[in-house]
């Protein structure tokens, strides 16, 4: 299971950190993606960060503003976001796959129940 948290309402510029925290399997085999899907929009991957090296990838969007971390003494990834901007107001989830991440979110599972971020002056 996947426990997404840390959203809410910031303003434009502002920052937050997302948690994704796992309970009940082996987290360190895992690699953890963070996908986000804006109202009227399809589903899309925001970044993601492979269970063997550690290696992270980001889409564009984001690149330079959002950093991906994991932490697997406590079982969980970090997003953290600055330099918000209204464009990235979504519902936030996480996401697991064993070992390496992909750019196919079908490859993903055990979907969290995804975390509220608004970006709103």
Request: glycine share 14%.
């Amino acid at each position: 299971q996947l426990v997404e948290s840390g959203g809410g309402l910031v303003q434009p510029g502002g920052s937050l950190r997302l948690s994704c925290e796992a309970f009940g399997f082996s987290f360190n085999v895992f690699a953890i993606g963070w996908f986000r899907q804006a109202p009227g929009k399809g589903r899309e991957g925001v970044s993601c960060i492979s269970a063997t090296d550690g290696s992270t990838n980001y889409a564009d969007s984001v690149k330079g503003r959002f950093t991906i971390s994991r932490d697997n003494a406590r079982n969980t990834v970090y997003l953290q976001m600055d330099s918000l901007k209204p464009e990235d107001t979504a519902i936030y989830y996480c996401a697991r796959r064993f070992g390496y991440c992909s750019a196919r979110d079908k490859e993903f599972g055990s979907w969290g129940q995804g975390t509220q971020v608004t970006v709103s002056s």
